[in-house]
């Protein structure tokens, strides 16, 4: 009976509540989740992929599917953590228009200078290579003069580039990174710089060009992210601003 009552007035401990300690306590942990987050989704974009030149709806929506996997892979590492949203930065306060308007023009701000960055990119490029070609853009074409292709691709690109990536590179990754013991200020711009290279490479279907561009891109927003205190918001909203710029010039030209 005493062995009974001792089991029974002990704390239930699931597989999932250790997993959530490991991934909050054990530096292996989260490491090994960092690198399962894009495992799994390059084997994912590896296997599903097509290689044919008439496929590039279907090789959107591949990728575009690969990045929610990533964002649901995190959803779930935070709620086992037990960690709310705000820890990555969201904030669902009611809005009131003084929060609102500062929230845009902190917005227009990160913009400009995110814009910045993807032009520093593409200087330093040409000092070190002369004048670069400019990024593969083709898997875009099927947008070309085509309205309702491009109001379904701002859509889909609003929910999976400029929410979906702001949480993976910058929200995820910085915080992520921080955490294996790089919180000191050296630490901090460390894990920028780091989420802002992977970034990058994971533009690489734009090719080198494409690739420099957004790694100087990603470290405005980086910076911006960690200078803002991880007003998330801000960011997303700042991405958005330059996928309808770039949609709307790919349906154009």
Do not use: C
């Amino acid at each position: 009976m005493q062995l009974e009552h001792y089991f029974k007035t002990q704390p239930k401990h699931t597989f999932l509540n250790t997993l959530g300690q490991l991934l909050k306590t054990n530096k292996l942990a989260k490491i090994t989740e960092l690198i399962l987050v894009f495992l799994i989704v390059i084997l994912f974009v590896s296997v599903f992929i097509s290689e044919e030149p008439s496929d590039l709806i279907y090789n959107q929506a591949i990728v575009w599917f690969a990045n929610i996997i990533i964002l649901a892979f995190i959803f779930t590492g935070v709620k086992l953590r037990g960690e709310g949203l705000s820890h990555f930065g969201f904030s669902f306060k009611k809005i009131t228009l003084k929060i609102g308007f500062k929230t845009f023009l902190q917005s227009i701000i990160v913009f400009i200078l995110a814009i910045a960055g993807f032009i520093i990119g593409s200087i330093i490029m040409a000092n070190i290579i002369g004048i670069p070609e400019p990024s593969d853009m083709s898997n875009y074409a099927y947008l070309k003069d085509n309205i309702g292709m491009l109001l379904l691709t701002l859509v889909g690109v609003y929910i999976v580039a400029s929410f979906g990536e702001e949480v993976i590179y910058r929200a995820f990754l910085i915080n992520r990174i921080s955490e294996l013991g790089l919180s000191s200020k050296t630490g901090k711009i460390t894990a920028v710089i780091i989420s802002s290279i992977i970034f990058g490479l994971a533009h690489y279907s734009w090719g080198l060009m494409g690739i420099v561009q957004t790694s100087f891109m990603g470290l405005a927003l980086g910076f911006s992210y960690t200078y803002l205190k991880k007003r998330i918001w801000v960011l997303i909203f700042a991405h958005a601003y330059m996928d309808t710029i770039l949609m709307v010039q790919l349906y154009l030209s």
